[in-house]
Structures are given as C-alpha cells and as structure tokens.
C-alpha cells in the first residue's frame, strides 16, 4: 500500500473511531468471505464492520484519541463501529460468536474507556434501551426532571449507570442477608433465658 493510500486508510479510521458511540474489537482468523458477509448483514443499520491491518488501526486509534486498545489490535483484526444502540449490535455480534466460534471478541471502547470482553458481553445482555430506563428510574426513583435526563441520555451512558446499579445491589445483598440475622439474635435470647430459669427453679422444686 502506497503512503498516500495508507494516511487516507488511517483518517478513514480515525474518522470512524470519532463518530461511534461504542466500538468492539474481534479477531476473525478462520472465518469465510460468506462468514463475514452474514455477520456484516447482521449488523446492518446498527454498526459497520471493518477488516483492517493492526499498524493501521493503532496510528488511527492513537489519532482519535482512543487509548487502552493497543494490545489488542494483534492477528486478524475486525473492528465494529457501532452507531446509536450499542446493546443490539453487542448482542448480534455476541450471538455470531456463539455460532462461529472462529469470531473472538476481544475487548472494545465506550464513552472513553477500554471495555474488557466480560463488559462487551454484559451490554450484549442488557435488555432494549425503554426497559433499561423503565427499570433504571424506579430503581433510582427518580424525579420527573431526573426522568427525562435519563431518557435523554446516550445509550452508553444508560449501560453504565446500569453497570453502577448492579454493583451497587450486590454489594448491598451481603447486608441485607445478614440484617434478619441480627435482628432474630434478641429473639433467640428471650426464648433461651425461660428454659435457663427453669433449670435453675428444678432442684428446689424437687426438695
């Protein structure tokens, strides 16, 4: 590829990093031009699937701004650049990788931050972005004005606040189980104290 070829192929990326709103990085080794072409039909509307050389893809990752995916961009690298949703075209891309187990996501990027495959994957299991906000306001019992921010809100930013929640309720469970506990410890002891006196009253009553 000539010089003027790969600085034009190089913007084209950067470009492409700038505009969407969560990208997801996968290694292709073994899958067929009709493999890639069913998955590329798969994302159709929701993201642009992109085969690409690693030196390339870091120089306009490095232009864009995008850190924490160089280790990444190593073998056959495909990148999906999602536009709007990022819960449909996790979940399409998951469901491909199940299907052809030659497609390996590798990690991904949303709202400036690196996502680990673990995080890709959560989002692919994330129900559609109304049910999200559905549950996300009455969880938070949110205001009228807080409401409609969350309406508002980019689907990334509603994926993580309901990261922020999870964590937050499993971190509570632990204590939510122990507080029944604590609080049959007093009832636990009145009922022994009766059978303690009981047993101390047995020998006069026998004399």
């Known amino acids: ?4 070829e790969k600085a034009t192929a190089v913007a084209d990326i950067a470009e492409q990093f700038k505009e969407a709103t969560a990208t997801v990085v996968t290694e292709y080794r073994g899958l067929t031009v009709a493999n ?31 850190e924490g995916l160089d280790e990444l961009f190593a073998g056959p690298t495909a990148i999906a650049f999602i536009k709007g949703e990022p819960v449909d075209a ?5 469901t491909f990788a199940k299907e052809h187990k030659a497609l390996v996501i590798k990690g991904g990027y949303m709202d400036g931050k690196a996502l680990s495959v673990d995080e890709v994957n959560r989002i692919a299991d994330l129900e559609s972005r109304e049910v999200l ?27 993580r606040l309901v990261f922020a ?15 029944p506990a604590v609080a049959d410890a007093p009832a636990a002891a ?7 006196e009981a047993e101390t009253e047995a020998p006069a009553s026998a004399e």
């Not at 590829?1 to 003027?4: E, F, N, P, S």
């Not at 999870?166 to 189980?177: F, S």
Request: proline content about 3%; aromatic content about 2%; cysteine-free.
């Open 1 to 4: 590829m000539a010089k003027a």
């Open 36 to 66: 890639l072409a069913e998955l590329r039909r798969s994302l159709s509307g929701s993201a642009t699937y992109s085969v690409a050389k690693n030196t390339l893809v870091k120089r306009a990752a490095s232009e864009a701004g995008v």
């Open 90 to 94: 996790a979940k399409a891309i998951k």
């Open 133 to 159: 906000l559905a549950k996300l306001a009455g969880a938070m019992k949110a205001k009228t004005s807080q409401a409609a921010a969350l309406f508002a809100a980019p689907a990334s930013q509603v994926a």
């Open 165 to 179: 929640l999870q964590e937050k309720r499993a971190a509570e469970a632990p204590a939510e189980a122990a507080a």
């Open 190 to 196: 009145e009922a022994e104290a009766p059978a303690a």
